[in-house]
């Protein structure tokens, strides 16, 4: 079967570094989506990692090992409107995304 | 702007009784898609559309049905057989294109409650 594991819930201190894990099973590797969900909203895209590396963007970064099945996502200098769910998300042979159920990320002063 | 509306936000409906969910986009997505988020667990994939007139099941298509007569719209249907209905729903839509990643963009979600 296919499967993506995320810690279910993790906490940081404001202005920190947190580094959120992701492994994966899955039928095929079309890339690695990470998402950013704020409680009864919409995800929105923070990153796609398709080769092995690490991928920055401003205050987030995104790593791929795709030998390993696994990838994090490491936010620095961390602010509290952080503090949300990250989804990580793969997509598999077919083109479907497959989806982690979600690293809800507690941010304190 | 461009963008993905879902309607109503927040609906309530008796058991029994069928509900559409309304799902629009003008970014002029090939592919749109409808998923059910429930607590504690991944977004899983009901239906999913790559053109007008065609769509395939996902992994929880039972006890839902959808259209797609035109592009920019692809309405759910959540029907009295849908066993365990109440949830947050989440339409996106893509753009397919080979060789490019084309990420998802999600509407903003309508929560279902059946009394």
């Known amino acids: 079967g296919q499967n993506i594991d995320q810690p279910t819930e993790m906490t940081a201190t404001e202005g920190a570094i947190v580094q959120i894990n992701c492994t994966y099973q899955t039928s095929g590797f079309n890339g690695l989506f990470w998402y950013q969900q704020h409680a009864g909203e919409a995800p929105t895209f923070l990153s796609y990692n398709v080769l092995d590396g690490l991928e920055e963007k401003g205050r987030f970064s995104s790593f791929l090992s795709r030998s390993k099945g696994y990838s994090y996502l490491l936010l620095k200098e961390l602010q509290m409107k952080d503090s949300a769910s990250y989804l990580c998300a793969v997509m598999d042979s077919n083109y479907q995304l497959i989806w982690g159920a979600g690293t809800k990320l507690i941010i304190k002063p | 702007d461009g963008g993905i509306t879902q309607s109503p936000k927040y609906l309530f409906r008796k058991e029994g009784q069928n509900v559409t969910l309304s799902c629009e986009q003008n970014l002029n997505h090939d592919a749109m898609y409808w998923y059910r988020q429930d607590p504690g667990q991944g977004l899983r994939l009901i239906y999913y559309?790559?053109?007008?007139?065609?769509?395939q099941k996902g992994d929880i298509a039972e006890g839902y049905s959808v259209s797609r007569e035109k592009k920019e719209s692809f309405p759910l249907t959540v029907t009295s057989a849908q066993k365990n209905p109440t949830a947050f729903y989440l339409c996106?839509?893509?753009?397919?294109?080979?060789?490019?990643?084309?990420?998802?963009?999600f509407g903003p979600g309508t929560r279902l409650t059946v009394l």
């Open positions: 559309s790559q053109i007008v007139n065609d769509f």
């Open positions: 996106a839509s893509s753009a397919i294109e080979r060789g490019d990643y084309n990420e998802q963009f």
